[in-house]
């Protein structure tokens, strides 16, 4: 009963109403933007920048599991990985826009949730939300985001801009995404057998947090500005260190050594690969969803960087012709290969 | 066994791969496109104009029903759809991103068919494919449209300008869309009774075409740039024309008489309204889906139009105490109300 009532309510407050509702509390903090929500498009001022634009589809049982996700998690996590498409440009992220398709087996309270989370992250990154709608769906949750951003031409990083003897740089640490997910998927698999057991994720917080709640790294865009560093190619990593690696390589036309020692792995990631009988190392360079940065910089650059304590340089460019290798702890050499996530997996 | 054949195919393509398959025909041909597919997000350069971003999702089973769609058709519509908005701001579109989630039913051969449309809509209206992606999903075909466009601020026409005296155009005609859906329901109702009975759509192309593959009006933008005509308030007819013109008037915060006799429906439409024991005029006034452009205009820009053959004068803006008003045929005057197309009234 209480469902249906909740069902009701999504559809007498109608395709406009919901949208009304949904948006009420979200704020317009760019000066970029003159028209957000309302006409039949919005309008961006970036006042002679270059536009930035990326979008992602998220679609319930490929991209995420409601069984383990919460929704405002999920709101947050759909904003962050197309912000760190951004900042993989070395660009601000300005504008977002939000499109939902809803089946009828969601309350107003679920959705509710879902925009909570958009509005936080929208909030913390400063980011206005501009356009979209809400739209019944036959297919479960669909989540469609677009973000805008801007960057001056001189400033902006592509992936093909690695050069020979280039320094290879990530930020944060790899892995713990991925492995976050392997518990989620456990505790599910469990719960499914028993009900009553309940999910024993405890101290496990930074991984799972690293799953369900993903934070772009704007600080890192910031932190190479202060330092008067420009990365000569980015990339942030949704499919694994490995895969994106390799883009560089290829879309630069060069080789790479990456060293398997310096790869930053959090021990609450190296203890939780163990217990799942898995290589950390692997579970960095093919986890996925970490939404670091991957960048090359220039060895000149190294003595700005060397002290900063969120990134780590883990291995450097070569000429194309000496291959893309993973360095080993014991020193053996391998052809790196991409095994990232692939979304026709799961068909 | 021939659709597992195919299913293989897109499976074993890959993400990566079968994007690339699906745009390797798609060409560049603006200028503002600095990056379009291949990195973290694409470039474009609207030198100094203001950026014009709007979106749309549309979902199997609720905005398009694959026993009727050609794939190609909805491509193009799709893209249609969402250049309208553009127009509708009086801007030129220039780039579109294309999100598609695939479940296992579709072969390769139909998501090409489907992509041919995007092609040739992208072709026509000179815009550039810049970014997007293709995903499996668990039910049903997702595609996602986002397009950008440019314009000078001095040119930029929105929602809320209409002025008291001002004249309500309307480009084309209205209701063929919401007729031609009707046709196509009505043979698959039959078809699904009997599969024997072939459809009986002859002599109804015009509104088939109205319903399956609509024209986003570029060609009325320039037509009144040549003019040296600016609309006051400009929207796309997506809902239908009532509803529409609700939206100019609440925005403007003014008040409208619109004059049944005026309102401009093909025979055809007005033919086949009669054979469903519809009446034509509310067809046209809440069908949705005509994407014509409904504007208003100064009285004195009436001298510069008047003789364009595709456009319709079919009443004008009051102040808001007057109401919204129907004038009928007959004479006597209705409160105009919008029943247009409703997200939600498929669940």
């Given at each position: ?84 498409d951004?900042?993989a440009m070395n ?63 001189k400033d902006i990083v592509y992936r093909n801009g690695a050069q020979e003897g280039d320094l290879i740089v990530v ?53 190479l500005?202060?330092?008067?560093v420009k990365p000569t190619s980015m990339i942030d990593i949704s499919d694994g260190l490995a895969s994106e690696l390799l883009h560089l390589c290829d879309q630069s036309n060069k080789g790479c050594n990456l060293y ?33 940065l991957l960048f090359t910089v220039k060895q000149a650059d190294y ?10 340089f883990i291995g450097y460019i070569t000429e194309v012709a000496a291959g893309r290798n993973l ?8 052809p790196l290969t991409a095994?990232g ?7």
């Amino acid at each position: 009963m209480f469902e249906n009532e909740e069902k009701t309510n999504i559809e007498s407050l109608g395709e406009f109403g919901l949208i009304n509702h949904l948006t009420r509390q979200f704020n317009l903090n760019q000066k970029t933007t003159i028209k957000g929500v309302g006409d039949d498009t919005a309008v961006i001022d970036f006042q002679g920048k270059k536009t930035l634009v990326t979008t992602d589809l998220l679609l319930e049982g490929i991209h995420f599991d409601l069984s383990y996700t919460p929704f405002k998690h999920l709101g947050y996590k759909a904003i962050q990985v197309n912000l760190s498409d951004i900042y993989a440009m070395n660009g601000t992220a300005a504008q977002v826009t939000v499109s939902i398709g809803l089946s009828s087996k969601f309350t107003l309270e679920a959705i509710e949730e879902l925009y909570e989370g958009i509005y936080l992250a929208c909030e913390k990154y400063q980011v206005d939300l501009v356009g979209g709608d809400t739209s019944s769906s036959k297919q479960g949750l669909v989540i469609s985001v677009t973000a805008l951003g801007y960057a001056d031409e001189k400033d902006i990083v592509y992936r093909n801009g690695a050069q020979e003897g280039d320094l290879i740089v990530v930020s944060g640490d790899l892995g713990g995404a991925y492995l976050g997910l392997q518990l989620l998927e456990r505790e599910k698999l469990i719960y499914l057998e028993n009900p009553n057991i309940q999910p024993d994720l405890e101290g496990k917080d930074y991984i799972i947090e690293r799953q369900l709640k993903p934070e772009a790294r704007r600080d890192i865009v910031q932190l190479l500005k202060d330092q008067g560093v420009k990365p000569t190619s980015m990339i942030d990593i949704s499919d694994g260190l490995a895969s994106e690696l390799l883009h560089l390589c290829d879309q630069s036309n060069k080789g790479c050594n990456l060293y398997e020692e310096k790869i930053p792995i959090d021990p609450m990631t190296y203890e939780t690969a163990r217990q799942f009988n898995l290589d950390p190392t692997v579970c960095a360079l093919s986890g996925g969803e970490d939404y670091e940065l991957l960048f090359t910089v220039k060895q000149a650059d190294y003595e700005n960087l060397k002290n900063l304590v969120d990134i780590s340089f883990i291995g450097y460019i070569t000429e194309v012709a000496a291959g893309r290798n993973l360095i080993t702890k014991t020193g053996t050499v391998h052809p790196l290969t991409a095994q990232g996530w692939n979304a026709f997996k799961n068909e």
